[in-house]
């Protein structure tokens, strides 16, 4: 700051001293306060951000200017809705999954009937949240996406990265023979360029279960592991800090040099992936050849090439199975106590001795595992096959008889649908 310059007061010489003293005062005065009101603006973004990166309903991370101080965060839920419990299924995750989610992509087949039973409950479910818009912290943008659905749900969910979101799994390119999608899977694709990565973290969910409550453990520990990988001086992935979480996931060979598949898994209903995840996961599963793999099969038995495939193998073919996966629950009793970081205190033995299971008992069949979880550790999902007479808090908002009166397809056009499907097969095998 420049002086003040000097005034010469006439009439003698006390009283322009006094006066120069005076507005010397004044500057000081008027410094001090301006250096006050800086440090205290300064401190105050400091405390916000260390606030926000605390409270786990802000998903806030510390970034550098110019980003802002948010994780972002996007979920693709993989739907085929062809009967009314799995649209309350896909209903029950956008009531209950979705909290702290900035963008919601639905990824369905394109069919007709499929369209119009999602357009159906996408409207109805924007309309109720809506009316309901207290019980959400954050209202997500909710897009619909159509592919040709013959490439299980992983089909789906690459799909919706690659033409919802335009996401090509870090390679730089907009169009690549290796496509797994191809674009003929795409009835709509963005005429927006890929952005890469379209969140920082993403989250991949399917109809096979139903959400039973509102649960958002899973997106604050991936939202916390990108938070360290985007913004932490030299991170690495830990089993504090994993690149792909998944809801169910078994660990149990940690020690070869190169882990079994059988003894490590992660299932495919629910997960979270960093960006480095989100990367690992994209080139191992949406690969043509990925899609390839289990086309040999006779369709009766195609289900357990897929879980190997694209469930077990995952965990240790596409990451160190030591450093970044990890799982919220178990699939199976864990063998020791301190596997699962999100169940603290678990004590496998005690626990094991006085409940009704054996160690082969997994969550999906037995009743003693699943329920211990869902009544001890606040377990959120059911598989849909296993439903009987459960009551969901996850269609609270939806009307009464709305999902009932949906247009389902009929024996004859799903049947129709379904030979479209295995016949569009040759194409992949061709590719």
Request: charged share 20%.
């Amino acid at each position: 700051m420049a002086p003040a310059p000097m005034s010469v007061a006439r009439g003698g010489g006390g009283g322009g001293t006094l006066h120069m003293i005076a507005r010397v005062f004044a500057v000081a005065i008027l410094y001090s306060l301006a250096m006050f009101c800086a440090t205290f603006v300064m401190f105050d973004d400091a405390f916000s951000a260390a606030s926000a990166g605390t409270d786990p309903r802000s998903f806030a991370a510390e970034a550098p200017a110019g980003r802002g101080n948010r994780v972002s965060t996007a979920m693709i839920i993989a739907t085929v809705p062809y009967n009314l419990v799995h649209a309350k299924a896909l209903w029950s995750h956008l009531e209950c999954l979705t909290g702290g989610i900035d963008r919601v992509l639905i990824a369905a087949p394109d069919a007709i009937w499929s369209k119009v039973i999602v357009e159906s409950i996408k409207n109805e479910f924007v309309r109720a949240r809506a009316s309901n818009s207290s019980q959400f912290d954050r209202l997500p943008s909710i897009e619909v996406g159509y592919y040709r659905n013959n490439r299980y749900d992983a089909g789906l969910w690459c799909d919706g990265l690659r033409f919802g979101y335009g996401y090509d799994g870090g390679a730089g390119r907009t169009d690549d023979a290796d496509s797994a999608a191809g674009g003929a899977n795409a009835t709509r694709k963005t005429d927006k360029s890929p952005v890469d990565p379209v969140a920082d973290a993403i989250y991949i969910v399917n109809d096979s279960a139903m959400s039973m409550m509102r649960y958002d453990n899973l997106t604050r520990r991936i939202v916390d592991s990108t938070r360290h990988e985007l913004y932490s001086p030299n991170s690495n992935s830990s089993k504090d800090h994993p690149r792909l979480v998944s809801l169910n996931g078994r660990f149990e060979d940690f020690e070869s040099a190169r882990p079994s598949p059988n003894y490590n898994w992660v299932e495919s209903v629910y997960r979270g992936m960093t960006p480095k995840g989100l990367q690992s996961f994209y080139r191992h599963t949406c690969r043509a050849e990925s899609f390839r793999s289990c086309l040999h099969v006779a369709a009766d038995h195609r289900k357990r090439c897929i879980v190997d495939y694209f469930e077990k193998q995952l965990a240790t073919s596409a990451y160190d199975i030591q450093t970044e996966v990890d799982a919220m629950y178990p699939s199976f009793w864990p063998i020791k106590t301190g596997t699962f970081r999100a169940l603290p205190g678990l004590n496998i033995t005690a626990e094991y001795e006085g409940l009704p299971i054996w160690s082969g008992d997994h969550w999906i069949d037995s009743g003693g595992i699943f329920n211990y979880l869902r009544f001890e550790w606040g377990f959120p999902f059911k598989k849909v096959k296993r439903l009987k007479k459960e009551v969901t808090r996850c269609n609270s908002l939806v009307g009464d008889g709305f999902l009932s009166t949906l247009p389902y397809p009929d024996a004859r056009s799903l049947a129709a649908y379904k030979k479209e499907m295995a016949e569009s097969e040759i194409g992949l095998l061709s590719g």
